[in-house]
């Protein structure tokens, strides 16, 4: 398997300088790369540049500016391969007819990643092995870093990145040939329904609540946005208080992966098979298409999209995109297995005669199905048929 480790850097001042200048190096290439490809297609013979061509400037670049020179060569090929990468993503979603997202300039608040594509290669992994108390990862034109290492890495280290937050460092190492570590039979089967009014209402009845972690803060949240119109561009007070919106928001992320990873760990210690809906939450989150009025040029008819921004937010608050991650990899480890089904009519069919109306669902809680006259908590009755679709599906498979 494949997996990444992340642990927090403990950099002093002038390592911390050193990372951000090296950032900002990195950030200026892929901007004076991107203007170069820009140029190269709107000039008249419409040149095409590509990743091989500018890869093989970087000799001369480095040569002709001591502050790109400093830098690993390797890692500079990297950030010229993540923006190839993006101009392929635009041409795909250019012939795929979706919204095309040209690759944009980054900003100093849009670029905080350095990649090293093979340890050794300008970077290197506890660096000083001769100090088993503090690992260390060392950085060409940084130095030895420390590293906060919670847990030991397994597998082998491919490749390492640094990335930035805010104020604090992490080292980030995507390893292969990770171990599994198989978790003992249990025998047991679940069907997890995910909701807004709780996260995961389950197939035997129980209910993980969802804190809602972004409306908790919302008032907090709302208090420091409004503080930035106020505030000078460019001043101190600015950039203090775009920090404190950015802590708050990483504050609402790390909540909501925590609740995830121990969400999805209980289900894997205490289930053989989870069966889960197959959802696009990105599809799901997308703005209500606009309605054009066919008796005015011009005018648009009402779309629902304010309620539409509610549900949205709802959605997104509950991080069933992250959940869904977390418990496919966590599934992987443990030898459990995971199988997505098809979320058509599950909350609108009854798990005992197997009628399907959407009346049988009265409200956001109560199913009450029509035919058979069964109730029960409606997410519940949905958990329910997403296990036996679950079910079915594997047994299909196994057959």
């Known amino acids: 398997m494949r997996r990444t480790f992340r642990f927090q850097l403990r950099p002093t001042a002038r390592q911390a300088a050193a990372l951000t200048a090296m950032v900002g190096d990195h950030r200026a290439l892929y901007n004076a790369a991107l203007q170069e490809r820009r140029g190269a ?4 013979s419409r040149t095409t540049v590509r990743y091989g061509d500018q890869s093989a400037q970087l000799t001369e670049i480095r040569a002709a500016d001591p ?3 400093r830098w690993s060569f390797s890692s500079q090929q990297a950030t010229l391969r993540r923006l190839d990468k993006a101009f392929a993503g635009f ?11 040209y690759p944009r300039f980054r900003g100093a608040g849009w670029f905080h990643t350095v990649t ?8 290197r992994w506890n660096s000083q092995p001769d100090h088993p108390t503090q690992t260390r990862v060392r950085f060409q034109g940084v130095g030895h870093v420390k590293v906060n290492q919670h847990r030991p890495v397994a597998g082998t280290v491919k490749t390492i990145s640094v990335t930035r937050e805010g104020r604090r460092w992490y080292v980030l190492l995507s390893c292969d040939d990770v171990p599994a570590a198989p978790l003992p039979a249990t025998g047991a089967v679940v069907g997890v329904d995910l909701g807004v009014a709780s996260l995961a209402p389950l197939s035997d009845g129980r209910h993980i609540g969802n804190p809602r972690y972004l409306a908790t803060a919302a008032r907090r949240l709302t208090r420091a946005q409004q503080e930035l119109p106020r505030k000078k561009r460019g001043s101190g007070r600015r ?9 708050l928001h990483r504050t609402v992320r790390r909540r909501r992966l925590d609740l995830a990873h121990k969400t999805a760990l209980r289900l894997v210690r205490e289930h053989d098979l989870i ?6 939450v990105g599809n799901m989150t997308r703005r209500a298409a606009p309605r054009p009025d066919p008796s005015a040029s011009g005018v648009f008819l009402p779309n629902g999209q304010g309620a539409k921004s509610g549900l949205n937010r709802s959605v997104l608050d509950a991080g069933w995109g992250v959940f869904l991650a977390v418990l496919h990899a966590k599934a992987e480890s443990a030898g459990r297995v995971v199988v997505e089904v098809n ?9 005992v005669c197997g009628h399907c109306h959407a009346g ?5 809680a109560v199913f009450a199905c029509t035919a058979c006259g069964h109730t029960a908590h409606a997410d519940v009755n949905a958990a329910v048929n997403i296990l036996r679709a679950g079910l079915a599906r594997q047994a299909g498979h196994a057959a």
């Open 91 to 101: 041409f795909r979603r250019v012939k795929a007819g979706q919204k095309p997202g």
């Open 67 to 69: 502050e790109q020179g």
């Open 360 to 364: 049988n669902r009265r409200t956001q």
């Open 239 to 247: 950039r203090k208080v775009v920090a404190k919106v950015a802590a």
């Open 275 to 280: 069966a889960v809906e197959a959802l696009r």
């Open 343 to 351: 979320p058509a009519h599950t909350s609108r069919t009854c798990a």
């Open 41 to 44: 297609y709107r000039h008249p």
């Open 116 to 123: 090293w594509p093979k340890d050794g290669d300008g970077c």
